[in-house]
């Protein structure tokens, strides 16, 4: 009878249903590019995956401006206060991310220009800004600081459901290029509208009166978080930047298409952190052992696991690049080993970063960590870019990557030792 009530505690519990919700949406991310990729990297060719591939990722920089840093500060302010000023923070993001919205779409103006003679790149780009209109009113933050990933879920399974099925219709050679860019968009900008629906009429959300001094006040605590975030983004998209000025189109697809293994990774890790970050904040906030020590327990239970994940991938490099990708790819499977590294350490970063500095709110300690290892990352991309092209963009994300891991160890000692002292 213990058992019983015990496995029934368990499995009512929140963040079971939480984890439920959430691994639902990372099993479905999972599928559909096991998918799409086959279907997509062949059909487009590497030379057209590759322009997309540039495109997507200007776009993705855009993505982090526009979402800005509410994606944390937002969710920590949600899960320490709840509802009480939920319309106030909701308001505050909604103008801010308007703001920020105009300004990537300035930035947006001037890529084009400035690669005017790439005709197919422009397009695309220009296409796929219908993106930054869903992640503008993506409501991810409310969802996850009050606990309810369930709505995460669908919105994404029903943006990305109708994505894929429209790819697999209307994308049928290397000249639908411009079609694939459009259709990909739906995703997000569905997903994103459909969020902001359900949390309207889930928490009776309304746009409120507030002043600049609000929204200027909400930009600001999500300002080391967005540093941070842009600095993270450099990490994962600053090899295709380089590889986009100095090789080949099909080089930059060849690499997208082979970092799209360790990306597929990272979506089985997702969830377990969106999961760990609120109940972290709220430990932090109570207690700084109790947030510290929930924080190492699933450390030691999550490396581990995702160790024999990636060195079972390793084993089989080569064939899995044949059969995902296609044998024109397979002649780039080495580049996959020092990713599936670079996935490692990411990992353990997210523990010394996200859960512990931001989570115990020490977010100008994390983002120095960042803004140190951003310049150091751009540099050690373009060396390696620079001499050995796609071989030197999949080692370079690794160096870097153990370069901030070491960096946030430094600024963490010292803010561990002094909130144990301070509880003894």
């Known amino acids: ?16 249903a939480n984890g439920m919700w959430l691994y639902a949406l990372q099993f479905f991310n999972l599928v559909v590019p096991l998918l799409t990729l086959p279907y997509i990297t062949r059909i487009l060719g590497s030379e057209s995956y590759g322009t997309f591939s540039i495109a997507l990722n200007v776009i993705t920089y855009l993505q982090v401006v526009v979402e800005y840093g509410f994606g944390m500060s937002a969710t920590r302010k949600v899960a320490i206060e709840g509802k009480k000023n939920l319309n106030r923070t909701f308001t505050a993001v909604i103008f801010g ?16 220009i400035a690669n005017r003679n790439d005709q197919s790149l422009c397009i695309s780009f220009a ?15 409310a969802f996850q600081g009050l606990q309810e990933m369930k709505y995460i879920s669908i919105i994404n399974v029903l943006g990305r459901s109708i994505s894929t099925a429209l790819i697999f219709v209307f994308v049928k050679s290397a000249n639908d290029i411009f079609v694939y860019s459009l259709l990909y968009s739906i995703s997000p900008f569905l997903s994103g509208f459909l969020g ?15 002043s600049m001094h609000d929204v200027l006040g909400e930009l600001k605590d ?4 967005f540093t941070t975030q842009l600095s993270s983004k450099v990490f ?27 990306n597929i990774l990272i979506l089985m890790w997702s969830p377990i952190a969106q999961i760990i970050y609120p109940m972290a904040s709220s430990r932090f906030n109570s207690e700084f052992s109790s947030g510290y020590n929930f924080v190492k ?26 059969i995902l ?11 996959l080993y020092p990713l599936l590294a670079w996935l490692l350490v990411a990992i353990d970063n997210n523990f010394w970063g996200i859960q512990l500095l931001l989570g115990s709110g020490h977010d100008k300690e994390y983002g120095s960590a960042f803004n140190v290892s951003v310049a150091i990352t751009v540099v050690v991309n373009f060396l390696l870019i620079y001499l050995f092209s796609g071989s030197g963009a999949s080692i370079a994300p690794l160096i870097s990557e153990i370069i901030l891991n070491l960096l946030l160890r430094k600024n963490a000692a010292p803010i561990i030792k002094q909130g144990n002292n301070r509880e003894e």
Do not use: D
């Open 1 to 16: 009878m213990n058992i019983k009530k015990y496995l029934h505690k368990i499995a009512s519990s929140r963040s079971v």
């Open 97 to 112: 991310r308007s703001i920020l919205l105009l300004c990537s779409l300035c930035l947006a103006g001037l890529y084009t």
């Open 127 to 141: 296409i796929l800004l219908i993106c930054l209109l869903g992640y503008c009113v993506q409501m991810n933050w």
């Open 196 to 210: 902001l629906l359900i949390a309207k009429k889930r928490y009776q959300l309304k746009i409120v009166r507030i």
């Open 222 to 225: 999500g300002f080391y978080v």
């Open 236 to 262: 994962g998209a600053i090899g295709i930047t380089f590889l986009g000025i100095y090789s080949t189109t099909s080089v930059v697809g060849a690499y997208s298409a082979i970092q799209k293994i360790p």
């Open 297 to 322: 327990k699933i450390r030691k239970i999550v490396m581990p696991f995702f160790f024999l994940v990636a060195f079972g991938i390793g084993l089989f490099a080569q064939r899995i690049v044949r």
């Open 325 to 335: 990708f296609g044998s024109e790819y397979v002649a780039f499977y080495m580049w």
